[in-house]
Structure formats: structure tokens, C-alpha cells
């Protein structure tokens, strides 16, 4: 049986990362959400008419407003949610955004009680706080996409500086997906050989800085959005990594209970990935100069969580009350707008 993977959020992180887990061929896919009525069922429909040259098999369906169709998912991928603009830190988003993740979660987790949940909405690591405690699903099948993305534009800004293949490089970036991010040049290598022996400590300063900053220079650029291919990607490889169950080590926000003398906190760490989820959370040993900075990252990430304690929300449920928020609407289980394609 093929497993299934949804995607709620059809913007352009989540249409993408779509269609990039629909390449794999390992899963269905089930696209949901869009400004308007259509817009999943026509890039689903749009996916599934590259299917005969991508040469994969995934059944991909897309809809509006009905999530019945999560029900069965062994992954659910959230994007939904207010996109930065310019100027905005992540903080911002953080009334607005908990409020659409919580509405997502809650319907999710009924109907899909098994899955994996991979957060990608912004603010990343508060997102998955959201996520754990209205889901009540164990810490290791609520995991932030962030670490890899991160990594990525650490290892891409040494690629450029060196003038090497990014193949070469072997990135590695620990705390919140945020400004207070935590780049490792000591474990970082290119070839095999450590960074810090290929360029000066003002090189990899100016690269560090760079990569914390790599998605506000994004927004900055678009001026009408953020970045998407490359979150999609990351999206994809974690997301394969769960469904081949490859145990790969990759660094991702989780819920960390004492590991790096950080407790009751999502912060990005080393682990390794596999079918159950976070299958073991990879403990490296950290100079007093860094242990101290993921400390300051996750202080920033407690301070993001206990504004988030503070938010009151509206709520059918235990979750609070408070004023009304745009949030998805579900429907009843009736004729849906959809593309259903191969199969």
C-alpha cells in the first residue's frame, strides 16, 4: 500500500514541496488550502500532467477547504499561514499564525492520528510548540523544518566563497530557525578537509552573518514574499528520509527535554530521521563559546514561546478565547473541488 503524504498550505513553499515529494515516486499526495476556491485542484492537476515526464506514479488530488482527505496520512507537512513581508520579523507573525496552525492541527490529528507532522510555518520553532500540544502527539512526530534549509545556505555561501561544487561541502547549523541561529564552522568541512583551514576567521564571519540573514535577504529581494525553493527541498529531503527510513542525520527543530542543557523547548539539533519520526536526537560535543550561543538561541525561543503563552485565541475548544483571526474553514464531507489524477 502507498503511503500518503499531505500538504496543508498550497502557497508556493507548499505546492512545491509537493510537487518535489511527488518526483520520488514513494507516496500519494494530497494538496490543501488556497486563497481561492481551484487553486489546489489546478496545481495538483498541473503536477499530475508532469507526471508522464517526471516518470512517477503518485496520485496527487488537491482541494480547497475539505480535509477529510488527510485522514490515513503518514505525513502531514503544515505551511499554512501569513507569509513575511518586509520588515517583519518572524516574531510578528506570531498571533496570526499560531491561530491557523492551531485550527490545522486540531483536524489533522483527528483524522490522521499516526502522522508525522513536519512544521514549516513561521515562527518555525514557536509553530511546533503549537503543534505538540494541540495534537498531543509524542515529541519525536512533531518536527520543524529548519536545520536543513539552514545548513543548506551555510554550505551554499561556502561553495560561492571557495569556488567549489556545493557537493563538497558539508554544513552544519544548530538552534532556532531565526537570527540567533548557531552556523558550526568547527564541524564543517569541504572535501573532507575543516573550513576554518580554507579561509579567514573575517570570511567565515562575514558568511556566518549572511546565513543567519539568508531569508530576510530573500524577502528583501522578492519584496512580495519569501523563499520557497529551497525550503521545498529541505521539505522533500526530510520528508524522505521518513519514508525510506534511512535514519539519516539531519539537523531539525525538536522538542528537547535535557539534551544540550536545553529543556521544554524546540531547538534545532542533529538527528537522526527514520519511519517513527526522530528516531534519536545525535548529541555533539560544543566549545564553551558555542554552547553559549545555542543557549542564547534557545533563549530566544522561550521568549517567542512564553509570548505565545500569552496570546488568548479563539477557540470551540480547551485552547482559549479571544478575538476573532482568518483562519481555514473546514467543510462538511460533500461533493469536494479536487483533481484527482493517476490511479
Known sequence: MRKKVTFIGAGHVGATAAMRVAELDLADIILIGGIHEGMSAGKALDMAEASPMEKHHSRIAGYTNDYWDVEGSDIIVISSGVARRPGMSRNDLLSTNKEIVR?????????????????????????CHVALEVSGFPKHRVIGMAGVLDSARFATFIAMELKVSVENICAFVLGGHGDTMVPLPRYTCVAGVPVTE??????????????????????????????????????????????????????????????????????????????????EIVQVGLTEQEQEDLEKSADSVRKMVNVLNGINLRSTGKHGTGKKKEVPVFKEKTKKTSAVLRG
Do not use: H, W
Open 103 to 127: 485550527v490545522i492541527v486540531e483536524k489533522a490529528a483527528e483524522l490522521a492520528p499516526e502522522a508525522i507532522v513536519i512544521m514549516v510555518t513561521n515562527p518555525l520553532d514557536a509553530m
Open 198 to 279: 580554507l579561509m579567514s576567521t573575517q570570511q567565515l564571519e562575514a558568511i556566518v552573518d549572511r546565513t543567519r540573514n539568508g531569508g530576510s535577504e530573500i524577502v528583501g529581494l522578492l519584496k512580495t514574499g519569501s523563499a520557497y525553493y529551497a525550503p521545498a527541498c529541505a521539505v522533500k529531503e526530510m520528508v524522505e528520509a521518513i519514508l525510506k527510513d534511512k535514519r539519516k542525520i539531519m539537523p531539525c527543530s525538536v522538542y528537547l527535554e535535557g539534551e544540550y542543557g536545553i529543556n521544554g523547548l524546540f531547538v534545532g539539533v542533529p538527528v537522526k530521521l527514520g519511519c517513527r519520526g526522530v528516531e
